[in-house]
Nanobody, 115 residues
């Protein structure tokens, strides 16, 4: 079964950095990873950053200048570099992708920013 697999979450102090990665399992070129979303307790899931197959990016206002999304086309992976992390960045982060018009979500990885 093909799915998206995230890695790289964890606990970090305010001002620290984390790097999240997303890659399809199984046949790696079946699903195109397209974006990172996050969901904090009691809140709706929100778009953090997106990237097209050509490399164009977009970001939520709350993370602009701090987060960077990038794509490795050879490996079909998407990475989210998160710098200057704040407690309000605490959430479960989900990778989103598509294949043949079908939406796919990863299982989520917890990011906790706390001193």
């Amino acid at each position: 079964q093909v799915q998206l697999v995230e890695s790289g979450g964890g606990l970090v102090q305010p001002g620290g950095s984390l790097r999240l990665s997303c890659a399809p399992s199984g046949s790696i070129f079946t699903i195109l990873p397209r974006a990172w979303y996050r969901q904090a307790p009691g809140k709706e899931r929100e778009l953090v950053a997106g990237i097209t197959s050509g490399g164009s990016t977009n970001y939520a206002d709350s993370v602009k200048g701090r987060f960077t999304i990038s794509r490795d086309n050879a490996k079909n992976t998407v990475t989210l570099q998160m710098n200057s992390l704040k407690p309000e960045d605490t959430a479960v982060y989900y990778c989103y992708g598509t294949a043949y018009g079908v939406n796919y979500w990863g299982q989520g990885t917890q990011v906790t920013v706390s001193s």
